[in-house]
């Protein structure tokens, strides 16, 4: 099987622009989540959608968005850019939504704010 | 509310040496524990996860991890570090809602491996 895909892998932005990031999740798998990892953060936790639902949400902004579609691929928004929000930005899936599932991490996608 | 413990943000071990990185947890309700390696421009990938069915746990690479819920532990250890091994790991544990997904990561242990 495919694993976990993000695009774009890169993404340069400036300030008040928003930006969009894709994520794909393994083949059958119904919830994915986003984390964002900044050196001086760690690795949070953003979102989690199941069958098109947010289902979970951590302490971010509303500028933070996010949604899921009936193919199960998801979509993460961050309206007005500030420079704080330059990271790098990792969905994960998982086949179900127990807490001992496990979830499979993509590539990320490094957003820098200039 | 959960949340995750790593002491020591770098540890340096030279190859051939024992690994022990250590992972301390808080939890409202039984943990759900997990050990991720993240590479350098990459994601994080599974090595082991601790769901109650023993509590001495084997994962990918030669790496195992033992619960202890006394101390409040799932140390990640291996006998023999191999170069390839150096990248960074976090222990992580699952959120208290069933049915929906969170993972709350410790800040990562950097593992270096000195020839």
């Known amino acids: 099987k495919a694993g976990v895909t993000q695009t774009p892998r890169y993404l340069i932005k400036t300030r008040g622009q928003q930006v969009t990031l894709s994520c794909s999740p393994i083949s059958g798998h119904r919830s994915v989540s986003w984390y964002q990892q900044t050196p001086g953060q760690g690795l949070q936790f953003l979102f989690e959608y199941f069958s098109e639902t947010q289902r979970n949400k951590g302490n971010f902004p509303g500028r933070f968005s996010g949604r899921q579609f009936s193919n199960s691929r998801s979509e993460m928004n961050v309206s007005t850019l500030e420079l704080g929000d330059s990271a790098l930005y990792l969905c994960?899936?998982?086949?179900?939504?127990?807490?001992?599932?496990?979830?499979?991490f993509g590539p990320g996608t490094r957003l820098t704010v200039l | 509310a959960q949340s995750v413990t790593q002491l020591g943000s770098h540890v340096s071990v030279s190859e051939g040496a024992l690994v022990l990185l250590r992972c301390n947890y808080s939890s409202s309700v039984p943990p759900y524990l997990f050990w991720y390696v993240q590479y350098p421009n990459q994601g994080l990938q599974l090595l082991l996860k601790?769901?109650?069915?023993?509590?001495l746990v084997k994962g990918i690479n030669g790496f195992e991890a033992e619960f202890k819920k006394s101390e409040t532990s799932f140390h990640l250890t291996k006998p023999s570090a191999h170069m390839s091994d150096a990248a960074e790991y976090f222990c992580?544990?699952?959120?208290?809602?069933?049915?929906?997904?969170?993972?709350?990561f410790g800040q990562g242990t950097r593992l270096t491996i000195n020839p």
């Open positions: 992580a544990v699952s959120g208290v809602q069933e049915g929906a997904q969170k993972l709350v």
């Open positions: 994960a899936s998982s086949s179900d939504a127990k807490r001992a599932d496990t979830q499979y």
């Open positions: 601790y769901t109650s069915a023993a509590t």
